[in-house]
């Protein structure tokens, strides 16, 4: 076998054949098939797609590619949930300790952001003292403990996702539904969770911008985790406004506190509502009642165990950037639209993102939303504040809000967007 011919098969057009599959993603992990060999078999799949039976095989072999894990010997079902990516998407720092404590152990392998969408991860670390990287005993000891652990993949996980997905950041080959779709799957495979819930965006801020490609995509992936025996369900939720108030690391960390605390921004509330019970459904546990956990603080308490369980102070003040800039109105009425995607470039350019998978992050930067679509809003008063520790960023970010709103006569009546769409 050979890198060539497997890359000719696809640019062809092509099915790749099991044997393929196999000796390609085994070989690109031990460093036999080159960066630039995997990078045009990459761009092949984008441009050609792959059908089911060959994305199930190439799920199977990055999962053969490491090591998976094992929960059977926890007491309580285990219900995990991704996220396809989004702009201010802070659901899982809410979500995973209300599942907790729900009854589910929740055992959520996150990511760090790249490019517009924020990460998990860069998020937590924001709590003074936050551990992203545990071991796999550690992981294990605080998922029993608490009951929910948020961390990084170890490297033994998927190292083939984790070496193709860092080429296809590069590479231009991100966008292709059987490499996200396997990409994901192989990691919640490995991981051993026995029920997944796909939180699937549509919209500006999202991979997917329309509901046909999101829907391809959410369908492959429950096929995926139902073959290999993971109860797996997809939503398909709205990225084209940011979710609720805050796009930032710290920013988030705090609406999400707010959350637990029984307040914060009604959608995120209802998604971290609509994610739970889909969670505690597939787990088993579908009697319990989130919404009574997020009311009598219960929630709030195993998410102060999980920080401290990870090296965090859950009562250290947040960071706060070192300088605002806040944007106003541009006229009086209903603020109509607001770009989901633009508002996570400002984000991003204010520093709460990288650019490069070894850019630091600032933990205080981000974008503060006054308002959002269908609230009035007063010409000249503040619709965003926008935080830095380097306030030379402010321009960049500035240009890329430009168009980012929509503000139409008082009174306009506004049909908002539902949180779920299917
Ligand atoms: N998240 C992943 O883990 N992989 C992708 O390909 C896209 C989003």
């Known amino acids: 076998m050979d890198a060539i011919s497997v890359i000719r098969t696809k640019r062809d057009r092509g099915e790749l054949s099991p044997e393929q599959i196999d000796w390609v993603i085994d070989a690109y992990t031990r460093g036999e098939v080159a960066d630039e060999q995997m990078s045009a078999l990459a761009m092949a799949i984008l441009l050609n797609g792959m059908n089911r039976t060959e994305i199930a095989r190439w799920t199977a072999a990055m999962i053969a590619s490491g090591e998976r894990m094992d929960f059977s010997s926890l007491s309580r079902p285990t219900a995990d949930k991704h996220s396809t990516g989004g702009v201010g998407d802070k659901i899982t720092l809410p979500l995973a300790p209300l599942v907790a404590a729900c009854g589910a152990a929740v055992p959520q392998l996150s990511g760090r952001g790249l490019g517009h969408t924020g990460g998990t991860l860069d998020k937590l670390e924001s709590i003074p003292g936050w551990r992203a990287l ?8 605080v998922l029993d403990t608490t009951g929910a652990v948020i ?11 984790k070496k193709l997905y860092a080429l296809r950041d590069v590479t231009g080959t991100v966008e292709a539904i059987p490499l996200i779709a396997s990409s994901i799957m192989s990691k919640k495979i490995a991981e051993g969770t026995g029920s997944l819930v796909l939180d699937v965006k549509v919209g500006s801020g999202a991979f997917m911008k329309n509901v046909r490609d999101a829907r391809e995509l959410a369908s492959t992936m429950v096929g995926l985790g139902t073959d290999h025996g993971v109860r797996t369900v997809a939503l398909l939720t709205d990225m084209s406004t940011p979710l609720g108030l805050t796009a930032g690391n710290a920013l988030e960390v705090r609406e999400s506190v707010e959350v637990l ?4 921004p009604a959608d995120v509330v209802e998604l971290t509502l609509a994610l739970a019970r889909e969670m505690l459904d597939a787990a088993g546990v579908g009697d319990a009642d989130p919404a009574k956990a997020l009311a009598d603080g219960s929630a709030m308490d195993v998410w102060r165990r999980m920080v401290a ?15 605002q800039h806040v944007v106003t109105a ?8 607001l770009d989901a995607y633009r508002v996570g470039v400002a984000a991003w350019r204010l520093g709460a993102g990288r650019a490069r998978k070894e850019d630091p992050v600032q933990a205080g930067a981000g974008v503060e939303l006054h308002a959002k679509p269908g609230d009035e809003v007063t010409a000249g008063a503040p619709l965003m504040t926008l935080h830095t520790d380097t306030p030379e960023k402010f321009d960049y970010a500035l240009r890329s809000l430009e168009g980012s709103f929509d503000i139409a006569a008082p009174g306009t009546a506004h049909e908002a967007t539902p949180v779920v769409l299917e």
């Open 309 to 323: 369980a990870q090296g965090g102070d859950p009562d250290a003040a947040l960071p706060v950037a070192r300088e």
């Open 261 to 264: 605390a029984g307040g914060g």
């Open 134 to 141: 545990l071991s796999n005993e550690e992981m294990l000891r």
């Open 151 to 161: 961390c990084a993949a170890g490297d033994g996980l998927a190292p083939a996702d």
């Open 330 to 337: 541009t006229a009086s009425g209903v603020l109509t639209r």
